[in-house]
């Protein structure tokens, strides 16, 4: 298995798993390579350091990483926010254009309180403001909106 580091033309950096170098270059090939942050499908490989074991008893000699780089504070961000659009998808429902319709009857008690997501529109939002409705804007990574592979 090989595990690449790979960057979007955005600099969104990630890690792909792949069984092989020529696995990476043909599902690249056909478009099926593409940022999880931001489903750009321009895609580069990252020259990335091997991790080295020598056999059981003795540790994986790795980078020592006292100082975090911009690198890894921006991937830890990157994966701080994955990992809350994905508890937000696993914990609602997602009601697309009827939301706003669908906020409004939880919220006055026409139909059961439960969490949603889908779209509004900025004036529906800023109205659901004035009536004191919660809501949250949040922009969803596209590769959450659709089953993985």
Avoid at 3 to 9: M, P, S
Avoid at 12 to 33: I, M, N, P, T, Y
Avoid at 88 to 98: F, I, M, R, S, Y
Avoid at 113 to 141: D, H, N, Y
Wanted: hydrophobic share 40%; net charge negative; charged share 25%.
């Amino acid at each position: 298995m090989k595990v690449l580091d790979l960057q979007c033309a955005h600099k969104h950096v990630f890690e792909g798993w792949f069984s092989s170098e020529a696995d990476f270059q043909d599902q690249q090939g056909k478009g099926l390579v593409e940022c999880p942050v931001c489903s750009n499908a321009t895609i580069v490989k990252m020259l990335s350091a091997p991790r080295l074991n020598f056999g059981s008893g003795r540790e994986a000699i790795q980078p020592s990483h006292e100082v975090e780089s911009p690198e890894v504070a921006t991937q830890s961000l990157q994966a701080a926010w994955t990992a809350v659009a994905r508890l937000v998808v696993a914990n609602t429902d997602d009601v697309g254009d009827q939301f706003a319709e669908e906020a409004r009857k939880i919220h006055y008690g026409e139909a059961q309180e439960r969490g949603i997501r889908g779209r509004a529109s900025r004036t529906e939002t800023e109205s659901f403001i004035e009536e004191g409705i919660a809501v949250m804007p949040l922009a969803l990574p596209d590769f959450l909106k659709r089953p993985l592979q």
